[in-house]
C-alpha cells in the first residue's frame, strides 16, 4: 500500500509565552515540532506499514526550508520518502489555497512515486486548529475522507477506519484512495530509531516549488489568491477578579464556595 | 458562487431521533440579529430522514424559513450525501452567508463544501459580527491554543461560512412558529456515498461521555493523584448532574480513559460550570475549557496558574475540599 501522510511544523503551544508588556504572542525560542495529530497520522500510517511489509510512505509538508527538520523527524520515525513544498508564491495562503496547492504537489509526487491508495493528515494543526486543509485536499482530488479517526487497516480494496463519535466510536469502511485525518488514538506513537536517525540525517529532501506545477492557477494561491483575510489579531484579555477562598479549614471554604455559587445561581 | 440574496443560513444538524441538537438552535440568536444587518431572512437549513421535529424546533427557535432535505439516504450523516445537499440548495436559492455547529459533523461538512463552493470558511468561532466598513461577517476566533484570537472576513467570496462552537451562544426560549417550510425533493444514488457505517461501538452503560453537550462538568487533573482519586470528583459530579472529565496528565497516567479528556488533544467544552480538581492548568488545558461561563478551580498550590481563569478558586487539599463541597451541595438541593 502506498501511503501520503501530510504533515505541517508548527510552533510548541504549550511552550507560547504573551509578552505582558506588549501583550503580543513571544515566539522567539518557541521550539518547532511535528504537528502533534500529524504525528499520529504518521504513526497510524506506520501500523499498516508493520502489518503489510511491502508498503510506502512518504510525506509531504508545505512550509519554510525549516521545515526539513520536521520531514527529517518523519523519516526517522516511519517515513520512506519526504518532500518539501516551498516557495515564496506560497507564502500568506489560508487553508483553501493551502489544499489546492497540496492537491497540485500531490499529483506531481505520484508522478515520481506512483499512486497513493491513501492519504493520511492530522485532525487539525495545533496552531490554527482548523481542521479544513484535510477535508479540502480530499475535495480538490474528490477522494472520500473519514475524520477524526483513532486508527486504520487495510481490508481488501478499502480501509476499515475506527472513527471517534460523540455518541460512542464507528467503524467505517472506506473504498480507496481516500483520505483519513487523525486524532488521538489510544496508544503512544513510535519513537525514532538511532540507525533511523542517522539515515534521516543523510537523506536528500526534494522541494518542490511552483515551476513543478506550470498548471496551477496562480489566481488561487497565497495572500492574494486567498478567499479570508486575517482583519486583525489581539490577544484576549485575561479574566481578572477572580474570588480566591482560604478559609481556615478545607470544610470552610468547601461551605463557602457552596453559598457563593448558590448566590450566583451557578448551581 | 454569486450571492442571490441577503439571506443567512445556519444549518440546523439533527439528533438520532429527528429533533434539532441545540447547537443549531443556538445559532438562530445571533443568526437572527447577522441576518437583520444584513438585510434578509433567517432560514434554517435541515436534512435527515424523520426529521419533522427538528422543523418545529427551528420554526420555534426563531426561523423566518426552514428549508428541509428529508430522504432515507440522509438518516446517517455521510461526507458525501450531506454535502451534495448541501452544494444543491445553496446553488438553488445563493444564501449570503451560511453558519455551521462547529461539531464533528459540522467540522467535516464545512471544508468540504466551502472547498466544492471555492469561498472561504472560517472555523470555530466565538464571535460573529459585521464589519463596520465592508458589511462582511467579521468572524473572530481563537489560534495558538487559545493564546491569539483573530478576526477574519471573507471579501469576494459567497457565500461566506463560518462554523461555530456549541455552548457560545445560549439557545432562546422557543416561541411561536411561524416559519415557512421548504421542502426540497434531493436525492443522492446509492453508489455516490463511498463510505459505509459497518459497526457503533457504544460504550459500555454509563460510560458515555458527552463533555460537549455538559452543562457542568467537574474534572480531575494530575492532582487526583491515581484512578482511585477519581472517586470524590465522580462524587461531587453526581449531586450536581455533571460530566466527570479530565485533564491530559490523568489520562496519560492511565487514571481515565481518553473519552473523558478536556483540552487541546481532547475536547473543547463550554458547559455553564467547569470544576477543575488538582488540575495545574497547562496551556493545552485551558485551551479546551476557558469558554466555560464559570470555572472553579480547587488545588493546593496556590500559584496553579488555574487560579488566573478561575472565578473561584480554592487553595486546599483536593480530598478534603471534594468531599466537603459534596456535603455542602446536598444540603442545598435538600
Excluded at chain 1, 455518541?167 to 530509531?193: A, E, H, Q
Aim: with cysteine; net charge negative; proline share 5%.
Amino acid at each position: 500500500m502506498n501511503i501520503l501522510v501530510c504533515v505541517k511544523q508548527v510552533p510548541d503551544t504549550t511552550e507560547i509565552k504573551i509578552n505582558p508588556e506588549t501583550n503580543t504572542l513571544m515566539r522567539e525560542g518557541v521550539p518547532s515540532i511535528v504537528n502533534t495529530f500529524d504525528a499520529f497520522a504518521l504513526e497510524a500510517a506506520a501500523r499498516i506499514k508493520d502489518k503489510n511489509p511491502d508498503s510506502k510512505i512518504v510525506v509531504v509538508s508545505m512550509g519554510p526550508e525549516q521545515a526539513k527538520a520536521a520531514l527529517k523527524e518523519c523519516l526517522a520515525i516511519a517515513a520512506d520518502k519526504a518532500y518539501l513544498v516551498s516557495d515564496r508564491v506560497f507564502g500568506g495562503s489560508d487553508t483553501l489555497a493551502t489544499s489546492y496547492i497540496l492537491s497540485n504537489a500531490i499529483r506531481k509526487i505520484e508522478e515520481l512515486e506512483g499512486k497513493f491508495d491513501a492519504i493520511f493528515c492530522g485532525k487539525q494543526a495545533i496552531d490554527g486548529d482548523t481542521a479544513q486543509v484535510g477535508p479540502e485536499i480530499a475535495e480538490h482530488l474528490d477522494y472520500p475522507q473519514v475524520t477524526y479517526a483513532l486508527e486504520a487497516e487495510l481490508d481488501g480494496d478499502r480501509l476499515k477506519v475506527l472513527k471517534e463519535g460523540q455518541d460512542g466510536n464507528m467503524v467505517i469502511g472506506v473504498k480507496l484512495p481516500c483520505l483519513v485525518t487523525f486524532t488521538k488514538p489510544s496508544f503512544d506513537p513510535r519513537y525514532p530509531t538511532i540507525k533511523r536517525k542517522m539515515a534521516a540525517n543523510r537523506a536528500e529532501i526534494p522541494t518542490l516549488t511552483s515551476a513543478d506545477f506550470p498548471d496551477i492557477d496562480t489566481t488561487r494561491i497565497g495572500l492574494k489568491g486567498s478567499p479570508t483575510h486575517v482583519k486583525r489579531s489581539f490577544v484576549p484579555e485575561k479574566k481578572k477578579g477572580g474570588i480566591k477562598i482560604q478559609e481556615e479549614t478545607n470544610e470552610e471554604s468547601a461551605a463557602k464556595l457552596a453559598t457563593l455559587l448558590s448566590d450566583a445561581h451557578v448551581i | 458562487m454569486e450571492a442571490k440574496t441577503k439571506d443567512l443560513w445556519v444549518y440546523v444538524e439533527t439528533k438520532e431521533d429527528g429533533s434539532a441538537k441545540s447547537v443549531g438552535l443556538e445559532l438562530l440568536g445571533p443568526g437572527r440579529d447577522l441576518a437583520d444587518k444584513q438585510g434578509g431572512k433567517l432560514v434554517a437549513v435541515v436534512i435527515g430522514s424523520g426529521v419533522e421535529q427538528a422543523v418545529s424546533d427551528a420554526s420555534a427557535h426563531g426561523a423566518d424559513q426552514v428549508i428541509v432535505v428529508d430522504a432515507p439516504e440522509f438518516k446517517e450523516y455521510t461526507t458525501d450525501a450531506y454535502t451534495a445537499a448541501m452544494y444543491y440548495l445553496i446553488d438553488k436559492y445563493g444564501p449570503t452567508t451560511l453558519l455551521i455547529g462547529a461539531t464533528p459533523d459540522g467540522r467535516d461538512m464545512g471544508p468540504r463544501l466551502s472547498c466544492r463552493l471555492k469561498t472561504g470558511l472560517t472555523a470555530d468561532c466565538t464571535g460573529l459580527d459585521i464589519d463596520p466598513e465592508s458589511g462582511n461577517v467579521a468572524w473572530t476566533r481563537p489560534a495558538f491554543g487559545g493564546n491569539l484570537m483573530a478576526t477574519i472576513l471573507c471579501p469576494d467570496h459567497r457565500p461566506q461560512i463560518g462554523t461555530v462552537r456549541p455552548g457560545v451562544f445560549k439557545k432562546s426560549a422557543p416561541g411561536n412558529a411561524k416559519a415557512e417550510v421548504v421542502r426540497e425533493e434531493f436525492h443522492v444514488a446509492p453508489e455516490q456515498i463511498r463510505t459505509e457505517l459497518l459497526e457503533v461501538i457504544r460504550e459500555a452503560a454509563g460510560e458515555l461521555v458527552d463533555l460537549e453537550g455538559a452543562d457542568i462538568i467537574v474534572s480531575g487533573g494530575r492532582g487526583v493523584g491515581g484512578p482511585e482519586g477519581f472517586a470524590p470528583v465522580k462524587a461531587l459530579a453526581d449531586v450536581l448532574g455533571a460530566t466527570v472529565g479530565a485533564s491530559r496528565a490523568a489520562v496519560d497516567s492511565g487514571w481515565i480513559s481518553h473519552a473523558y479528556q478536556v483540552g487541546q488533544t481532547g475536547k473543547t467544552v463550554a458547559p455553564k460550570l467547569y470544576i477543575a480538581c488538582g488540575i495545574s492548568g497547562a496551556i493545552q488545558h485551558l485551551a479546551g475549557m476557558s469558554g466555560s461561563d464559570c470555572i472553579v478551580a480547587i488545588n493546593k498550590d496556590p500559584d496553579a496558574p488555574i487560579f488566573d481563569v478561575a472565578d473561584y478558586g480554592i487553595v486546599g487539599n483536593l480530598f478534603e475540599v471534594l468531599p466537603a463541597l459534596t456535603e455542602e451541595i446536598k444540603k442545598l438541593k435538600a
